[in-house]
């Protein structure tokens, strides 16, 4: 007889292996599952990390964008003779600047040679006061040699003349079959002389004008003023002129005024000026131009969409003062357009200020 315990122990054997072979898929399955999810999990890190630094790059970069902006922006507002708009509720002020009624350009000739310059940017000077001076040996040396030329044209023609009185008289004696040869040689002759002739005036206008360049080799003021500047480059590739004088005495006052702002100007119209520096000094004047047709050069005149609201062109206008006692060259003021129904200040009195306000003082409310 088979023992009983041997005859059961084979299945039950094969019954462990099964069970092995079903927990071991399912452990495998676990650790499949764990890995993709770490995966998973590490993807999205690496994505998060990803849009963080564009994120961030984006926000850098806009920042450095809107500083450039706004730098570029206050350096407009700061050019231009520093002149300034300034809009207030109480009324229109606009910044000012006083300079010369008239300016006088001095050109030099680029074909002669500078060889002194008796000023300097800021002096001033009186009518007739010595600018420059020109190198006048090298004009000298030029006439001198203009001068032999003439003599040597002079001479040209004095010969073409003997040679047709010669012809002339040779041809009367000669046979008829050949006086058309003496004939063909005085003509000749005489378009040579034609020649000489011209050459000559030409060369006279040029001995007459290194003439008046030599009795001219000191440039003098045209007018009395103030030497605004002095263009010193000596290669010929500059422009504008040699030298700029400010003249003194008469004065008048350069404003700026935006495209919302400019039709409300008129030649003609009554303005008040006030001192920035000296307290209830006004000065009465008249616009007396309003260039509408100029944009200044520092106006906004491309209007963006991030900017639109405050982009404005803007134009000068002038006004010229009836009096200009106690302001100065460059001086900056405030000009307040007087309408029809507003009278002019009294400048004979302190001006009057509402609520005892000077302009800088409303224009800071």
């Known amino acids: 007889m088979s023992d009983p315990k041997l005859t059961n122990s084979a299945p039950e054997s094969a019954q462990t292996d099964k069970t092995a072979e ?18 998973k999990k590490n993807s999205r890190k690496k994505r998060i990390i990803i ?16 500083v450039l902006l706004t730098n570029n922006n206050a350096a407009d507002a700061e050019s231009d003779e520093d002149i300034e708009y300034i809009d207030v509720q109480t009324g229109n002020y606009y910044g000012g600047v006083i300079e010369p009624q008239q300016t006088s350009d001095i050109n030099k000739d680029d074909e002669r040679t500078v060889s002194e310059v008796y000023v300097k940017v800021g002096d001033s000077v009186k009518k007739g006061d010595k600018l420059f001076e020109y190198d006048s040996n090298e004009t000298a040396v030029k006439l001198s040699k203009a001068k032999i030329e003439y003599d040597s044209i002079q001479n040209d023609i004095t010969e073409c003349e003997t040679r047709i009185s010669q012809l002339s008289r040779d041809r009367s004696e000669a046979d008829e079959s050949q006086q058309a040869d003496y004939t063909a040689q005085i003509q000749e002759q005489q378009n040579s002389k034609s020649q000489y002739e011209l050459n000559l005036k030409i060369k006279q206008v040029e001995i007459e004008n290194l003439q008046n360049s030599l009795d001219n080799s000191v440039v003098t003021a045209p007018i009395a003023g103030i030497i605004k500047q002095i263009n010193n480059t000596s290669d010929g590739s500059s422009s504008g002129a040699y030298m700029t004088i400010l003249m003194n005495g008469s004065y008048r006052v350069k404003c700026r005024v935006d495209e919302m702002n400019v039709r409300s100007l008129s030649e003609g119209m009554k303005a008040v000026v006030y001192s920035r520096v000296i307290k209830d000094k006004t000065w009465n004047g008249t616009i007396s131009k309003v260039d509408s047709s100029n944009p200044a050069n520092n106006s906004n005149n ?58 800088a003082e409303k224009a800071e409310n």
Do not use: C, R
Not at 51 to 65: F, G
């Open 22 to 39: 079903t927990v071991a898929p399912a452990e495998t399955t676990q650790a499949t599952d764990s890995a993709l999810e770490s995966k």
């Open 51 to 66: 849009i963080s630094i564009i994120a961030a790059v984006v926000v850098i970069a806009a920042i450095v964008l809107i």
């Open 302 to 359: 491309m209007m963006n969409a991030g900017n639109a609201d405050n982009a404005a062109t803007n134009y000068y206008f002038y006004v010229t003062l009836e009096s200009s006692d106690e302001l100065l060259l460059g001086e900056h003021v405030y000009v307040e357009p007087v309408t029809e129904d507003e009278p002019a200040v009294d400048t004979d009195e302190p001006a009057a200020q509402d609520a005892d306000a000077a302009p």
